[in-house]
Structure formats: C-alpha cells, structure tokens
C-alpha cells in the first residue's frame, strides 16, 4: 500500500485519507468494483479464489446477482479439485488432495508432533537447566556433587548463589526420593527431582527452563 502511495504521489496526485478528512480508505475493491471487473473479464467460469469464505462468499453472490450463471460459479476450498473440459463443461471433485501446512524439519516432512513444538518453544522461551549425577544404587546417596549445565536460563558464574541452593536441594530431593527403597527406582527419582527443581527455579527467577535429569545408577 505505502508503495502504491508513493507512485502516486510521483504523479502529482493528491491523496485523500483518513489522517485529513473523515473518510475510511482502503486498499480492497468495493462491490461495484468486483462486479465490474468480472464483467470487463468476460469469463465463463467464475471462482473467487482469495480471502476468507465469508470474504469469498459475499463476492460470489454480488457477481451472481449481477446475472452471471449460477452454475457456472466454484466456491473452493484449499485442495479442492476442479476439472474443465475445453472451456466448457466444469466438475468439481468430491475428493480433495491433501492441503494442510506441510513442514520441512531436517530431512524430515511433514507433521511435527505438537509435544516437539511444544518443546522447541520452552526451549525458546526460557532455555534448559541440565542436572547430571550419580547414584549409589545400594543406598540412594549421591556419589558427589550433582554437576549443572545451563543453556539459554542463567549465566552460571554469576548465578553461584542460585546454583548452590540447586545443588543441595537436589541431593535433598534424590536422597528422600530413594529413601527405604529396595530396589532404587531412578525413574521415579527423575520424575520428582524434576517437580522439585522446575518449582524452586521459577520461584527464584520467574522463568521456567526445561529441566532434564540425568541420573547415573552405580
């Protein structure tokens, strides 16, 4: 629109706006205006192709009630099929082909799942928070100190205080989890540590990183 202004105004036309008089301007063709390009075109089939069905709807009955043929006029939908036979005879399929937004993701096409999405966009947002750590699997205790990576959440050398608190509430939460059991479930371990950790992180920084553990049974 901004492009079609300036070559106007390239020819010494004034435009008239909203912005200096009360007028609604727009850049899509009124009724009249349809209905008379239709008729300058001359064409024996007509298919609005373009806008909304509501859009598309409403200039298909204008150019109808005009006094084009009824049956000559397609309201189409995405994948629609249509064949016409020397310019004289039209059918529309019942069938349609496949029409739907198609992704191209790697060497992979086609639908993405909604969780990868879903995935793609906590990692956007708020990053990951990596915990790594081993296991006793005799007595549920850690081995050392849980080793944490960070990506996209919090810059590690100046979040010590924060990762320290991290640290010791995972060795909390490991140790309780495992607590009396015989054998050590780290899945279980996992699922709960996660609760836990996705929880403290948000209430210390108001972000919500993806938390992956990753429990080593030695």
């Not at 036979?85 to 029409?99: A, L, T, Y």
């Not at 999405?117 to 990951?128: V, W």
């Not at 050398?157 to 010791?168: D, H, I, Y």
Request: glycine share 6%.
């Amino acid at each position: 629109v901004q492009k079609l202004k300036d070559n106007l105004y390239r020819h010494n036309v004034t435009l008239i706006h909203y912005r200096s008089s009360d007028v609604h301007s727009t850049g899509h063709g009124n009724t009249g205006e349809l209905v008379w390009i239709n008729k300058q075109v001359n064409a024996k089939f007509f298919m609005p192709a373009y806008g909304y069905r509501s859009m598309t709807t409403c200039h298909a009955k204008a150019v109808e009630q005009s006094g084009f043929p009824r049956e000559n006029i397609v309201l189409a939908d995405n994948g629609t099929v249509i064949d016409i036979e020397d310019g004289e005879r039209m059918n529309v399929h019942k069938q349609k082909v496949p029409s739907a937004q198609m992704v191209v993701d790697g060497f992979s096409i086609g639908d993405i799942q909604e969780v990868v999405i879903r995935d793609r966009q906590s990692l956007a947002k708020d990053g990951m928070f990596v915990i790594i750590a081993s296991v006793n699997l005799k007595t549920g205790k850690l081995r050392k100190s849980p080793d944490i990576i960070s990506r996209g959440f919090i810059y590690l050398r100046e979040s010590q205080n924060l990762l320290n608190e991290a640290r010791v509430l995972i060795k909390k939460t490991i140790e309780d989890s495992t607590r009396n059991m015989n054998p050590i479930d780290l899945d279980y371990a996992k699922n709960n540590l996660t609760d836990v950790i996705a929880g403290f992180l948000f209430s210390r920084t108001n972000k919500a990183p993806m938390v992956i553990p990753v429990l080593i049974g030695m």
